[in-house]
Every structure is written in C-alpha cells, then in structure tokens.
C-alpha cells in the first residue's frame, strides 16, 4: 500500500501526564473539578472523567458525566462537593454510554437532582430533554449546550463561561475518538470538529484522558485531518483490489494493539459509509468493499 503520511499530533510536544499518572482529583479552573473515575480500560484510557461545575460560594454543583455507579467513584465526588461546600443541583450528561451514564440515574436520586441529556434513556421519566443551544442557569453559572453528534448521535458537549468545553468522547486527551456503527456519523463528527472549534474554546476537558488548554484549536484541527488521513488510507488500500471490512482494519490499523481492533472496525464502517455516500467506494452484501 502506498505510505500516507500521518498529521502530527501537537500534543505530541505537550507535557501531560503519562498514561495512568492522572490525579484522582483536580481543579481545573473556579467553575470545574475533574475527578477520575476507577475504571481504566483499553478504551477508556486511564477511566472516565467526571466534573464537578458551580461558581464558587453559589453552594450549588452540577455534576458532569457521572460515569461508573461506582461506591468510590462516588465518594470522591462527595469529597469535592464537601470542599465546595456545595450541593448537586443537575446531573448533565454528554451521552448515554454506560462509562458515562451508567450512574446518571442512581446519584440523581442519590442527591435529589435531576438529570439532564440529549437521550430519553439517559434523562430518565423525571428528567429533562436538553436541546442544541440552551444556556442552562445553574449553580452560580451558565452553561451552554453545544450539539455534537458522530461518536453517538446523542453527544452533547457543554461550554462554560469561562470559554472552556466539556466536549465528553468527542474529543480525548490522548489519541482519537471512535465513530461508533452504526449510529455514529463521520460527517456529523466532522460537522461538530468545526462546531466547537468556532467556539474558540480556551481548554479541552475530555471525557477521557487529561485537559487540553496548551492549543485546543490544534487538536481540533489534527482530529479533522487524522479522520481525512483514514479515508486516504482506506482508499489506497482498496486500490489494489476489493477487501473485507476486517482486511481493511488489519492493513489501517496495523500498528494499533489488536484488542482495539473492535473499536477501529467500527470507525471504519462509519468511514466507508460516507465514502459509500460519497459514491468513492461501494459496500458489497458481503462485507466486501470495492472502489467506486
């Protein structure tokens, strides 16, 4: 297969935390404490982060990405709300999975609050259905909903006021994020890369992985040109003749641990789903791809 040359990641040069090194707990800025869940994976890289965001002195928190209904989970997240002196007021939520969610329901009923997402499943019957462009007024603050479908179609990100974004699966603190099959969406996920770059956002804090503040628009950037740099690749591999979705993973993603190969399949189809639209490949019953 011909080289194509892969864009550089400029976090590549930034000094973050080695994989597993993240603190427990962090305070990011006055409107937000990251607390990392205990749920380190393969695909959720060192576990999920959960915010913590409220004006200081307001008494009041909203909780971001619950994550794991995890006992210690929870207790960290007590511990940051002890030291705010504050009370849960909403559980928001970027999308509905379970590395996200799984604990929207339980801790809304465990702080009386309710729950906020893009999913009816996630909100819950007593929850409430947030929608692209709402300013939420809570705990002190304002917190804006950014639509941002392609890893699900559900995905939401939420901007603060200070210009930060909780931009969720949307983006990672380290490598790139899964288009899901199907429901994920390669052009959405492209659309939503311009969206929150218009937002000139001051800082990246990710669903997975550590905060981005050194140059977010250059991840946002490299992220647009790494999911271009995949089409290349899909396309001259293709090029020597038809492959199955499997053979096109295993020659893309030769140099990714195979354990995520799953994930990478996924990603793919979404790929040659748009490229099948674009009418640059066609998807055989068989799973066989060919050029269009």
Known sequence: MPRVTAPLDPRAGWELPPLGAMPRTAELEPLATRVLAPNPSGMTLDGTNTYVVGAPGSGQAVVVDPGPADPRHLAAVEAVLADRDARVVAVLVTHHHGDHAEAALPWGGHFGAPVAAASPAVAGPDGRLLEAGERLSLAGTTVRVVATPGHTSDHLAFRLESGAVLVGDHVLGRGTSVVTHPEGDVVAYLESLRRVHDLGPSALYCGHGPELTEDPGAVLDFYAAHRAYRERQLLDALATGPRTVDGLVAIVYAAVPRELWPAAAQSTRATLG???????????????VTLG
């Open 274 to 288: 748009k490229l099948s639209a674009e009418g640059r490949v066609a998807l055989g019953a068989d799973d066989t």
